[in-house]
């Protein structure tokens, strides 16, 4: 895969920003098709530096997605298929003992890839997604009492069924809360299921998308990302949408301060959307509801897609009572 020698430029702009993740979105596009709002949104997290989690039956796109995501970033890419047998081992890598030196070296494992794609996550034991976090969180792994560094940029996309399928274990809190975004994706309307009926054939549907941007290229977007301007009145904003949630009756837990800083650089990345420097209410309310829906846990016992969007339709209900700054 050839990198495209391409650059935000010494002054990079809104415009320019916007350019390259409209750009990724139309390659993205080409793989998954008549998703725009989805496609447009896992752009968002890319640019602000999250990882993502795609929750939905199987067969809807999602593996394609995360393997186009990481073509049109000309990334370095692996995947890992999770299942009730993988180790810890399987994922971070393992010392290897030379017999001839009598010495051990580190042999890495697929985690260090600059994007990850960790497929059907929650069919593997909490111990093994555990292994994850480290990484996630600190862009490093520590094995036998030394730490080695995660290529940079670093993602994981992550791919889960949902929990009322059999052989799932739910994650954990502290792995859900790693991510910055979870979507759903769906079945695509039954035009679009029509034309890829009559158009794809046996092509790959990866086959089209091309490279558009780069590791380099990518870590400056996300630089200029974490500049965007959000004012005093936007932050007291997700400072009150987060204590409607903590103080909500059907709600046990609400937003934790990470999700409120999560939802501050997912906003951050929205506004560039829209060729601003600065984040607006409309960039918050954009991107409340995909930070902030696994982040926030019901009272209720009730767990699987109905919690999931019994969660979502309460998120997105906050967002219309709590009132944002003129």
Known sequence: MTQPARALGPAPSPAS???????????LGRAVQGKPVEVQRVVTCMVAGGHLLLEDMPGVGKTTLAEALARACALSFSRIQFTADLLPADILGAQVFHAQTATFSFRPGPLFRQLVLADELNRAPPRTQSAL??????????????????????????????VDFSGTYPLPDSQLDRFLVRLSLGHPAPDVEARLLTTRGAASPLASVEAVTGPEELASLRDFAAEVKLDA???????????????????????????????????????????????T??????????????????????QGVSARDEAAHLVEELSRKVAAPR
Do not use: I, K
């Open 133 to 162: 976090l480290e990484g996630m969180a600190q862009g490093q792994v520590s094995l036998d009492g030394e730490t080695h560094p995660l290529p940079s940029p670093f993602t994981v996309v992550a791919t889960q069924n949902p």
């Open 233 to 279: 009145s936007v932050a007291d904003y997700v400072v009150r949408l987060a204590r409607a949630t903590r103080e909500h009756g059907d709600l046990e837990r609400g937003a934790s301060t990470r999700a409120v800083l999560a939802l501050g650089s997912a906003a951050r990345a929205q506004a560039l959307w829209e060729g601003r420097d600065f984040v």
């Open 17 to 27: 920003a916007r350019a390259v993740m409209e750009r990724l979105a139309a390659q």
């Open 281 to 302: 209410p409309g960039d918050v309310r954009a991107m409340l509801v995909p930070c902030w829906a696994h982040r926030v846990l019901l009272r209720s016992a009730v």
